[in-house]
């Protein structure tokens, strides 16, 4: 399977930009970026997902670099509810499970007001 | 918006009791999965579900574990002896399409103690 590694934690201040990087240097052509994230005592939650460009949905940003071996999820103005743990996911045709998901540990983030 | 719903929030068993666990996937979404987390850990695959079949399932789901799909609208995943390790945050989810663009829909869980 292939793997991803994301910082064990990053913080912001409330109303700032966030960047959450994720590194995947042995994606592969067919594999997309899942985003998802947990938010305390809560199931995990779908961001955000793409393959080759840039994706915007209401939620986030998704930057994916132009070799795919790293993508940037973006938070635009991040709130007190954004603190999370987000998880950055390959998704990948042809997997078995109908495409289950492989979590690893994510990032933790924290929102300071 | 549609969204998965899991019952009970909590549900607290003797250990060496059978236990059912339920969701209720949404309404258009064909395949289904089982989750878990373990506190303080990472969320781990259990078993996969499509077209009243299992697809794949993990180590972690061995013979004590079944799930079922007995009516259109549920999908249960019952354990039938519990042990002290069955405690664990458990989380359904569903999806509409096998693709690997589509995202998962996953439930709020269910909190399971095993005394």
């Known amino acids: 399977d292939a793997k991803t590694t994301q910082p064990n934690s990053m913080e912001s201040n409330e109303e700032e930009p966030v960047h959450l990087p994720c590194n995947h240097s042995?994606?592969?052509?067919?594999?997309?970026i899942h985003w998802y994230r947990q938010l305390p005592s809560q199931g995990p939650e779908y961001v955000i997902h793409g393959l080759t460009s840039n994706v915007n949905n209401r939620m986030a940003s998704l930057a994916i670099a132009e070799d795919r071996k790293s993508s940037t999820l973006i938070l635009h103005r991040a709130t007190l509810r954004d603190a999370a743990v987000y998880y950055c996911?390959?998704?990948?045709?042809?997997?078995?499970?109908?495409?289950?998901?492989?979590f690893g540990a994510g990032t933790r983030l924290a929102v300071h007001p | 918006e549609p969204e998965v719903t899991q019952t009970p929030s909590h549900q607290v068993t003797q250990m060496g009791q059978e236990v059912i666990l339920r969701c209720v996937p949404i309404?258009?979404?064909?395949?289904f999965y089982w989750y878990r987390q373990i506190l303080g850990q990472k969320v781990e695959f259990l078993v996969s579900?499509?077209?009243?079949?299992?697809?794949?399932k993990s180590e972690i789901f061995d013979d004590q574990f079944s799930v079922e799909r007995p009516d259109g609208s549920n999908f249960t995943l019952k354990i039938r002896s519990t042990k002290l390790e069955d405690s664990a945050m458990y989380f359904c989810a569903s999806k509409s399409r096998t693709d690997a663009s589509q995202p998962q829909h996953f439930g709020d869980g269910t909190r399971l103690s095993i005394l």
């Open positions: 309404s258009n979404h064909l395949y």
């Open positions: 579900f499509y077209n009243n079949e299992i697809s794949e």
């Open positions: 042995t994606i592969s052509g067919t594999d997309y």
């Open positions: 996911i390959l998704s990948f045709p042809f997997s078995g499970g109908y495409n289950k998901l492989i």
